[in-house]
């Protein structure tokens, strides 16, 4: 899960992401509300953590603007703001939950992984279940051992069934992207869940229905 980190006090940033890396979630750190539409631009995310009082664009204003362009992910300010005013105005700005700091971080971990399972629920594929949230991967009722890239690959395969995932978007979950490193990673998925995967030479792959 992919979380995009507004916050531009260093000390709390820097505890924020050692919390949620070591509960497996990938982080990104950013300072101010410019950053963020550069981010989100580039990338997708499964959730948003916003600081409010940032530079250059405050985590409000920035939501506004992200909500604006249809981008629904769910978002938490995390703020020393405390008034109703404030909070009011944040719901308005259309955050799913408002943490104030000092904050338990416990507290904090407890709400992000209800929000995430809400959004993320399981994909059934013939005889596979994909937990998104518990990225577990069942076949048969039994629990497939996949690396971290090849669960990565099958999530955007399965995410797109029936639809040509370009090559250049698996080669962003790579460690060392090529066209052969990617052909072995699908013949594999192929030949351990017995995955129906076709081939547009030069473009990408699709996971077909059965």
């Given at each position: 899960?992919?979380?995009?980190?507004?916050?531009?006090?260093?000390?709390?940033?820097?505890?924020?992401?050692q919390i949620l890396e070591?509960?497996?979630?990938?982080?990104?750190l950013v300072e101010d509300g410019e950053e963020v539409l550069e981010a989100t631009y580039e990338n997708r995310f499964d959730l948003y953590l916003f600081d409010i009082n940032v530079p250059l664009l405050n985590g409000m204003n920035t939501l506004k603007l992200l909500r604006n362009a249809d981008d629904n992910t769910?978002?938490?300010f995390?703020?020393?703001?405390?008034?109703?005013?404030?909070?009011?105005?944040?719901?308005?700005?259309?955050?799913?939950?408002?943490?104030?700091k000092p904050f338990d971080l416990d507290e904090l971990l407890a709400r992000i992984k209800a929000i995430l399972k809400r959004q993320n629920p399981i994909i059934k594929y013939n005889d596979i279940t994909f937990d998104l949230f518990e990225n577990r991967i069942i076949k048969e009722d039994k629990e497939v051992s996949l690396g971290i890239v090849e669960k990565e690959i099958f999530s955007?395969?399965?995410?797109?069934?029936?639809?040509?995932?370009?090559k250049s978007t698996f080669f962003e979950y790579m460690n060392k992207p090529s066209d052969t490193a990617l052909r072995v990673l699908i013949s594999k998925l192929k030949k351990v869940l017995?995955?129906?995967?076709?081939?547009?030479?030069?473009?990408?792959?699709?996971?077909?229905?059965?």
């Open positions: 899960m992919k979380i995009l980190l507004l916050e531009d006090d260093a000390i709390l940033a820097q505890t924020m992401i070591q509960e497996n979630y990938d982080v990104t769910p978002t938490f995390i703020t020393a703001l405390r008034d109703t005013a404030s909070i009011l105005e944040g719901f308005d700005c259309g955050c799913n939950d408002y943490i104030k955007l395969l399965i995410k797109n069934i029936n639809i040509t995932v370009n017995e995955l129906n995967i076709t081939n547009t030479k030069g473009i990408g792959y699709k996971l077909e229905t059965l």
